[in-house]
């Protein structure tokens, strides 16, 4: 028994429909009895085979679309991690018995997520409900033209779903290229400040369209470095566009504001008027190189961190305010001060760093203060690789992420 005395693989056999585990990548894990009764395959000829090897398309059909549009199905669930509900499509089948023979067969298949305790993916459940019988029925009580008329029906919007998604899928590749080289185009080089060197990283999201919301800003300034970063909520050409607005926004204020909260006011009054700007998240470090003190503020966003030249971890929280325009008016911002030692490591990111699905953000939050206190002697570029490295799921980061690291 698994569990508090619960029997998880005999719930899973019993479960009213056949249904398949697979691994994300697609690979047969387990599948029920009733699966094992639709497909006409035993256990042995599905588990730990690739399901398209098992259940290829109709050679002798050049326009069988059942793969195609499954298979699209199942990179949409491991991108987003949701499930996906599929049109009823015709899916040729090799006959068990008589190789070479195809079978028509009508299923309806759901896609669903199985998720690891780190968010990411770690099965996909496929349910399929067959339609084959309803089908075949209507010819065997005389309707013979109404069941021809139908599987031509059902073939035809087959085929016309899986035209749509490609031309989606092309519309969204292009517009998410786009919106990425407008954001490269936006967000500051990396530099020297005086002697220190600034690492910066900026990761889109792995296989997903949600790109060009999250930016960062360095502001060099008398004795002061001003650093920032921000995530606007949305995803496209026009979250690039809000982002590169407050962004440079942010920079302008942070160059004659005399502190990152009155910035960061400053960029709650101008965000009320720019569409898409609302719920936008930022913080701002101000860096006094000379007093060995850091200034900050935030918005929402989650906190810096600084890890000391011993490896103490100190979480910038203390100054936290709502995003931008959550307020029915702007009011004043909080501010806090921390000092630093040379040696010490300040860190900014945007949540695709340590935000996964069904986790509390403090375990990401915790996962990169260890990260950094272990690798802190490392030089800024390097480090930033790590982290990267360390911090990033096996099936890709699921939403942008942007790194700012600085020696202090």
Not at 176 to 201: D, I, K, N, S
Not at 239 to 251: D, F, H, N, P
Not at 367 to 385: I, N, V, Y
Request: glycine share 8%; net charge negative.
């Amino acid at each position: 028994m698994n569990g508090p005395g619960i029997d998880y693989h005999a719930v899973f056999q019993a479960l009213p429909g056949a249904v398949a585990l697979l691994t994300p990548s697609l690979v047969y894990a387990d599948v029920n009895e009733a699966f094992v009764a639709m497909c006409g395959r035993t256990r042995e000829q599905l588990i730990g085979r690739y399901l398209f090897d098992v259940f290829p398309d109709n050679p002798d059909d050049p326009a069988a679309t059942g793969t195609h549009n499954l298979r699209l199905s199942l990179e949409r669930v491991l991108a987003t991690g949701e499930p996906d509900t599929m049109a009823l499509q015709r899916y040729d089948v090799e006959s068990p018995d008589r190789p070479g023979q195809w079978l028509k067969r009508y299923w309806s298949p759901v896609n669903v997520p199985v998720l690891a305790p780190d968010g990411t993916v770690a099965l996909l459940l496929h349910r399929v409900e067959e339609v084959t019988e309803l089908i075949h029925a209507r010819g065997a009580h005389g309707d013979t033209d109404r069941a021809r008329a139908l599987e031509s029906e059902l073939y035809t919007r087959a085929r016309e779903l899986q035209e749509v998604n490609e031309r989606l899928r092309l519309a969204h590749a292009r517009e998410r290229e786009v919106a990425l080289h407008l954001q490269e185009a936006m967000l500051p080089a990396p530099r020297l400040l005086g002697h220190h060197h600034a690492a910066v990283r900026y990761r889109p999201a792995t296989g997903a369209l949600n790109v060009c919301g999250d930016w960062y800003d360095l502001v060099d300034l008398p004795g002061r470095t001003a650093v920032a970063v921000g995530d606007v909520v949305g995803h496209g050409l026009r979250a690039a566009g809000v982002m590169g607005l407050l962004r440079s926004a942010l920079s302008a204020a942070s160059r004659v504001a005399d502190g990152p909260a009155r910035a960061l006011e400053v960029l709650d009054l101008y965000s009320r008027d720019v569409a898409g700007a609302e719920s936008t998240t930022a913080v701002s470090v101000v860096i006094d190189w000379d007093g060995h003190v850091l200034t900050y503020s935030s918005a929402g966003h989650p906190p810096p961190v600084l890890c000391h030249a011993d490896g103490t971890v100190e979480f910038l929280d203390r100054a936290t305010d709502p995003p931008l325009g959550a307020r029915p008016e702007p009011s004043p911002r909080p501010q806090a001060r921390l000092p630093f030692t040379d040696g010490a490591v300040l860190a900014l990111f945007t949540d695709g760093l340590v935000e996964r699905r069904r986790e509390d953000i403090d375990t990401g939050l915790h996962r990169l203060a260890d990260a950094l206190a272990r690798h802190r002697a490392s030089p800024p570029e390097a480090l930033a690789d790590t982290l990267l490295d360390e911090l990033t799921p096996p099936t890709g980061i699921t939403d942008d992420t942007a790194l700012i690291l600085l020696r202090l």
